[in-house]
Nanobody, 124 residues
Framework: QVQLVESGGGLVQAGGSLRLSCTAS????????MGWFRQAPGKEREFVAR????????GYAESVKGRFFISRDNAKNTVYLQMNSLKPEDTAVYYC?????????????????WGQGTQVTVSS
């Protein structure tokens, strides 16, 4: 049974930092891409960042470039999202997903597995 478990969310003031973690289990993810998405109240889920398990190729949404950084620890089967210079508009539930490399990584329909989400709230 595949499981993705996120952690690290919380309440932070604008300008602060948080690090999210996503630990994967239940299958081999070597041919997969891991992605972070977020969903704010009343909005659709949107792409934030992605990384390939094998060689660590990354991609980011324009809105987070230069502020958020995705990384992975293959030995721990864990993907991280370091979020710096947080803004109130970053407030959302953040989800970790796993999807095959053959599909485009910026769309949530490309991901087979999802975590339960972790809430990030940035106060002004």
């Amino acid at each position: 049974q595949v499981q993705l478990v996120e952690s690290g969310g919380g309440l932070v003031q604008a300008g602060g930092s948080l690090r999210l973690s996503c630990t994967a289990s239940g299958r081999t993810f070597s041919n997969y891409r891991m992605g972070w998405f977020r969903q704010a109240p009343g909005k659709e889920r949107e792409f934030v960042a992605r990384i390939t398990w094998n060689v660590g190729v990354t991609g980011y949404a324009e809105s987070v470039k230069g502020r958020f950084f995705i990384s992975r620890d293959n030995a721990k089967n864990t993907v991280y999202l370091q979020m710096n210079s947080l803004k109130p508009e970053d407030t959302a539930v953040y989800y970790c997903g796993a999807g095959p490399l053959r599909l485009a990584g910026d769309y949530d329909a490309s991901y087979d597995y999802w975590g339960q989400g972790t809430q990030v709230t940035v106060s002004s």
